[in-house]
């Protein structure tokens, strides 16, 4: 089942081993799910990394191996890939338009988004998915 993964579950897995740490690790052993993000993704996590290494307080080595152990189980979609979407994305999100490369991945793939973001799942609450839905469904 392919899920699209928005940048804000991968920030709370370095901070706290919670939910979101929880899923990608019983993913890592059962491969229920096929994890893909915009590349879009990359950036947004390159302008956070070291503000989250700071505040979790492990270690550069465990920080790294954690963050490398997420990553490699996300497939990466250029935007080129789901332009036609962008539109409507933008459309359903209207004042929360930073998720809508997500929105549009997820629109054009047709399936859930595991995210944490209240605002996000507030606005489009068929589409995504908690970090406790994202587990339970194993």
């Not at 550069?60 to 935007?79: M, N, S, Y």
């Not at 859930?112 to 489009?124: M, T």
């Amino acid at each position: 089942m392919k899920i699209v993964v928005d940048v804000n579950v991968i920030l709370s897995s370095l901070l706290k081993e919670g939910r979101p740490f929880e899923v990608f690790s019983i993913n890592s052993l059962l491969n229920k799910f096929d994890f893909v993000a915009p590349e879009f993704l990359l950036t947004e996590l390159e302008k956070h990394k070291e503000r989250i290494f700071k505040i979790s307080r492990l270690s550069r080595g465990i920080f790294d191996d954690a963050l490398r152990f997420i990553i490699e189980q996300i497939t990466f979609v250029p935007k080129s890939d789901f332009l036609e979407c962008i539109d409507e994305a933008k459309r359903i999100l209207a004042d929360h338009l930073k998720d809508a490369p997500y929105l549009a991945l997820a629109l054009k793939l047709d399936c859930p988004i595991f995210s944490g973001d209240k605002s996000f799942k507030a606005l489009c609450p068929e589409k995504v998915l908690s970090p406790t839905e994202m587990f339970d469904k194993f």
